[in-house]
Structures are given as C-alpha cells and as structure tokens.
C-alpha cells in the first residue's frame, strides 16, 4: 500500500494523517506540539517524526511505506527545514508553514482570504492572478493579535484590574482564581512566574471568557469584540495589498479560537461592516488536509473531486490520541 501523508504542527498540538491513494483516511492522529522556539529546531524535527513513526505503526505499516509527507509547521524556518530532511526517511518531503496549508485547506486553491486564529494569529490570502499575502503571523512579541493567546492573556489582565480596583468587576476574576487553584492573585501571581512559559497554556483561557460572555460579563463582551476587530484588520490588509477590495470575495476562518459560535458571530458581523465586499464561508478542510494535498502535489499527483469527497468520509473517524 502506497501511503500519503500530512502534518499540521501547531503550539498546542501536532496532528498527522495518513490516506492512500484513493484519499480514504487511513489514520488521523494527535501528538505533542514541536514548537522549534520552545523546544529547538533539532528537538521539534526529532518529535515530528517520532509523531509521524508511531501514527504508521498504528495501522501496522513501517516509514517505508510512505511515498510523500508535507510538513506544515508553527515556527517554520530554515534550520527546523533542514533537521526534518535528515531525519526524515521518507523519499518525497515537502516543508511549509502552517499558513499556507491553512489557505490550502479552507479555499482549495482558490482566491479568497482565511483567517485563523488558535494559540496566535494570522490572515492569509490568495488573489485572482495567485498572489498571496500575509498579515500577523509573528509570535506574541510582535503580533498574534485577536488568538487564544491575546484572549488569555486580556483575561488575566481584565481579572486582576477588577480584582485591584483599576477596572471593571467581572466573573473572569472567580474563574480564573479557580481554573489555577489558587486563592489570591498573590498566589497566581507565584504560579504564573514560577512555571515554564508558554503561549498555549495561556491560550487555554480563552473558554473562561466564552463562559463568562455567555453569561453576558460585560469586560469578556470587550475581550471577544476586541480579539474579532483585530482579527478583521489582518484580513482587511491582505485583501488592500491583493487588490480583492473591488470584487467580491470569500473569507474564511480556521482555529479552536471559531470554534465558539459566539466569536463566529462577532466575527463576521464586524467583518462584513469593515469590508462590505466580502462574504464569510465555511472552511472546506482544516489545514491538515491542505498539507495531504500538498503531499500528493509533491508526487505530481493532482487532488480531484473523488479524492477530496473521500477524505471528507473517511475523516469522520475521529482523532487519535498518540
């Protein structure tokens, strides 16, 4: 059996699938994230492929087996690049970002922008004549504006400020208190320095503030609409620099960030009233699918209908833990 594979490496997680030739999915799996900035470029290649070793084995099948493997990663550089193609025993390799195989996945090639937010951020689209353009996309430091991560950190601030008399009042004070187990925010204070760092654990406070909005906090209403306007400044700059603004176009969205119907809502009212020439759709695949059709790409195999329907099929298996 000749195998087809794919990796989509975020912050948080990396997911791997592996289809055949006919696009049935033969096993979608979930392994530790391989963030090169957290880990190094050698660490994070040697995690990849270890991921990737133990999902064939899973179906009872060696390395050997797989005739193409596109890589898209959080944190793609040169030197991660290079490790994955040492170590990587696999004839066809393809090394991409995370964003393009978002913008692969979601429009299939087609013009548009996508729009994704998880632990960080990032617009990436494609115009009419096939140029692409970018906006965020650079870690925390510099961007990642309207993530998880922003989200999670606006929390512990909001929380804090209303626990300190510097602003609002909000039920994000009590659920952040009791998500760390602490008493105090001298206590949170201790734990948040005194662990290691990381953007994804931060991230993961994003679903307090959905909770609190649901319960109509007023501070978490702030944080979501703050996080969808800043979100829709990077799609509006892709679509200035490809020239889209004159037709219209579609955009789409990806990340556990749109997982919330609340944010989905938000979003796409604030976009629409910023870019009245855009309409919002569905992404056709997650990003971990546009890796699959780079990989048959790599092999100069093109991805028709039948392939594409069956891996929509077959993809409802469900994700396995590594």
């Given at each position: 059996?000749?195998i087809?594979?794919?990796?989509?490496?975020?912050?948080?997680?990396?997911?791997?699938?592996?289809v055949?030739?006919?696009g049935?999915?033969?096993?979608y799996?979930?392994?530790?994230p391989?963030?090169?900035f957290?880990?190094?470029?050698?660490l994070?290649?040697?995690?990849?492929?270890?991921?990737?070793?133990?999902?064939?084995?899973?179906?009872?099948?060696k390395?050997?087996?797989?005739?193409?493997?596109?890589?898209?990663l959080?944190?793609?550089?040169?030197?991660?690049?290079?490790?994955?193609?040492?170590y990587c025993?696999?004839?066809?390799?393809?090394?991409?970002?995370?964003?393009?195989?978002?913008?692969?996945?979601?429009?299939l090639?087609?013009?548009?922008v996508v729009?994704?937010s998880?632990?960080?951020?990032?617009?990436i689209?494609?115009n009419?004549?096939n140029?692409?353009?970018?906006?965020?996309?650079k870690?925390?430091l510099?961007?990642?504006?309207g993530?998880?991560?922003?989200?999670g950190q606006?929390?512990?601030?909001a929380?804090?400020?209303?626990?300190?008399?510097?602003g609002e009042?909000t039920l994000?004070?009590?659920?952040?208190?009791?998500?760390?187990?602490?008493?105090?925010?001298n206590?949170?204070?201790?734990?948040?320095?005194?662990?290691?760092f990381?953007?994804?654990?931060i991230?993961?406070l994003?679903?307090?503030?959905f909770?609190a909005?649901?319960?109509?906090?007023?501070?978490?209403?702030k944080?979501?609409k703050?996080?969808?306007?800043?979100?829709?400044?990077?799609?509006k700059?892709?679509s200035i620099?490809l020239?889209l603004?004159?037709?219209?176009?579609p955009?789409?969205f990806?990340g556990?960030?749109?997982?919330?119907?609340?944010?989905?809502?938000?979003f796409?009212?604030i976009?629409?009233s910023?870019?009245?020439n855009?309409?919002?759709?569905?992404p056709k695949?997650?990003?971990?699918?546009?890796?699959?059709?780079?990989?048959?790409?790599?092999l100069g195999?093109?991805?028709s209908?039948?392939?594409l329907n069956?891996?929509?099929?077959t993809i409802?298996?469900?994700?396995?833990?590594?």
């Amino acid at each position: 059996m000749e195998i087809i594979a794919g990796i989509d490496s975020g912050a948080t997680s990396t997911k791997i699938m592996l289809v055949n030739l006919e696009g049935k999915v033969l096993i979608y799996s979930e392994g530790p994230p391989a963030n090169p900035f957290v880990v190094g470029d050698k660490l994070a290649a040697k995690i990849l492929i270890n991921a990737l070793h133990k999902s064939v084995s899973r179906i009872g099948k060696k390395i050997r087996d797989i005739k193409s493997v596109a890589f898209g990663l959080t944190g793609y550089n040169p030197y991660l690049e290079k490790f994955i193609k040492k170590y990587c025993k696999i004839e066809k390799i393809a090394v991409l970002d995370d964003q393009i195989i978002a913008l692969e996945g979601a429009l299939l090639g087609k013009p548009g922008v996508v729009v994704y937010s998880g632990t960080g951020s990032f617009a990436i689209g494609k115009n009419f004549q096939n140029k692409i353009a970018r906006a965020g996309g650079k870690g925390f430091l510099l961007s990642d504006e309207g993530s998880g991560f922003y989200i999670g950190q606006e929390a512990l601030r909001a929380a804090y400020r209303g626990f300190d008399g510097r602003g609002e009042k909000t039920l994000l004070t009590k659920y952040i208190l009791r998500y760390y187990n602490v008493r105090d925010f001298n206590e949170l204070w201790y734990v948040l320095h005194s662990k290691l760092f990381t953007t994804s654990n931060i991230a993961q406070l994003a679903p307090l503030v959905f909770k609190a909005a649901k319960k109509k906090d007023l501070v978490s209403l702030k944080i979501i609409k703050s996080a969808a306007e800043e979100l829709t400044l990077m799609a509006k700059a892709v679509s200035i620099k490809l020239d889209l603004n004159s037709k219209t176009f579609p955009v789409s969205f990806s990340g556990n960030i749109f997982k919330s119907k609340l944010f989905k809502e938000y979003f796409s009212t604030i976009l629409i009233s910023e870019i009245p020439n855009a309409y919002i759709i569905k992404p056709k695949f997650p990003p971990i699918v546009g890796s699959i059709i780079f990989s048959f790409k790599n092999l100069g195999l093109s991805v028709s209908g039948k392939i594409l329907n069956t891996i929509k099929k077959t993809i409802k298996r469900g994700i396995i833990k590594l």
